[in-house]
């Protein structure tokens, strides 16, 4: 399966401010999705990123608030903006690769936890 | 209803024994199970996928699935410490094209 990087691994960040996060894969990827994990509770997914064009957001989340990019296949930031200490949480980046793609397995990166003061 | 349904635990096994996690879903139009495992402060690891019923096997692990009932489970022989963990179900949906996932049973191998 694909090598999937994430930075930052965690960050302390004031109220207000945004924080980007990255992710980026060792190899092309068909499909890449951004999930939220809060304390204690699963996986939520806040949308797929679309190469080329804009997010496919799932309900309760927006662009203005998640911006995401992904400028390429291997490649895909999320910012997470304005940030209160509701959005501490886990930030995850998810790949399914090219080979995967009839399978629908998706794969983990290591994750960002984010901590809003 | 939720979509995907586990149970919290946590599921406590003494080492050497079998471990059952169980997974209900809402749709019956899902078409791919998967079991990740996650440790604390660790991102899900995928290990195992299921795509029709009946059992598949891999290694100590296997999983179990049954369309008509809408239940998967999760089989681990000769559990270890090392099993300890959460382990998350998650379900894919053609029509939603999207993964879901139950909350996630937390699994105690105790020495």
């Known amino acids: 399966s694909a090598v999937i990087s994430q930075k930052p691994s965690r960050d302390i960040c004031q109220r207000g401010t945004s924080l980007t996060i990255q992710c980026q894969v060792d190899?092309?990827?068909?499909?890449m999705f951004w999930y939220r994990q809060q304390p204690g509770q699963s996986l939520t997914l806040i949308a797929t990123?679309?190469?080329?064009?804009?997010?496919?957001?799932e309900s309760g989340f927006v662009i203005d608030k998640f911006p995401i990019s992904r400028p390429n296949l291997t490649f895909s930031t999320l910012t997470v903006s304005n940030m209160s200490p509701e959005d501490s949480s886990i930030y995850l980046c998810?790949?399914?690769?090219?080979?995967?793609?009839?399978?629908?397995?998706?794969?983990f990166g290591p994750g960002t936890r984010l901590t809003v003061l | 209803q939720k979509e995907v349904e586990q149970n919290s635990g946590p599921l406590s096994v003494p080492e050497g024994a079998i471990a059952s996690l169980n997974c209900t879903y809402s749709?019956?139009?899902?078409?791919?199970f998967f079991w990740y495992r996650q440790y604390s402060g660790k991102s899900p690891e995928l290990i195992m996928s299921?795509?029709?019923?009946g059992d598949k096997e891999d290694g100590r692990f296997t999983a179990q699935l049954n369309k008509a009932s809408q239940y998967v489970s999760l089989l681990i022989r000769d559990s270890q410490p090392s099993d300890s963990a959460t382990y998350l179900c998650?379900?894919?949906?053609?029509?939603?094209?999207?993964?879901?996932f139950g909350t996630g049973t937390r699994l105690q191998v105790t020495l």
């Open positions: 998810s790949v399914v690769s090219v080979a995967e793609l009839s399978y629908n397995e998706q794969f």
């Open positions: 190899s092309q990827v068909t499909m």
């Open positions: 990123a679309n190469q080329g064009s804009e997010a496919t957001y």
């Open positions: 749709d019956r139009g899902s078409q791919s």
């Open positions: 299921i795509y029709s019923n």
């Open positions: 998650a379900v894919f949906t053609g029509t939603a094209s999207k993964l879901t």
